[in-house]
């Protein structure tokens, strides 16, 4: 069974930063894909930034392209997700969630995501 545990999270000022982890468990191996989705009040989830753990290839929506970086520790098989220059924009429910490499489609795709996090509150204030 596939488990996605997340931390991280918290309160900051506009322009300020934030890492959120996630750490997947159950997988047999790393083909398969991490990505963080966020949902604010009155709002649809949407994709943020993913990573496909066998190459570490990884994907970013426009919003947040150069601002924030996903990345991976493989030895701690664990999940980063770096978020800079906050914008009160950002603020939302943060979720980690994953799909094996098998499942294929658009990357922010939400149906295809079986397995999610708890979700963790980031909250930017201006």
């Known amino acids: 069974q596939v488990q996605l545990v997340e931390s991280g999270g918290g309160s900051v000022q506009a322009g300020g930063s934030l890492t959120l982890s996630c750490a997947p468990s159950?997988?047999?191996?790393?083909?398969?894909?991490i990505t963080w989705f966020r949902q604010s009040p009155g709002k649809q989830r949407e994709g943020v930034a993913g990573?496909?753990?066998?190459?570490?290839?990884?994907y970013y929506a426009d919003s947040v392209k150069g601002r924030f970086t996903i990345s991976q520790d493989n030895a701690k098989s664990m999940v980063y997700l770096q978020m800079n220059s906050l914008k009160p924009e950002d603020t939302a429910v943060y979720y980690c969630a994953s799909r094996p490499s098998s499942i294929g489609g658009y990357w922010f795709s939400l149906s295809l995501y079986s397995y999610w996090g708890q979700g963790t509150q980031v909250t930017v204030s201006s």
């Open positions: 159950g997988y047999p191996d790393s083909k398969n894909y």
């Open positions: 990573i496909y753990r066998g190459t570490g290839t990884t």
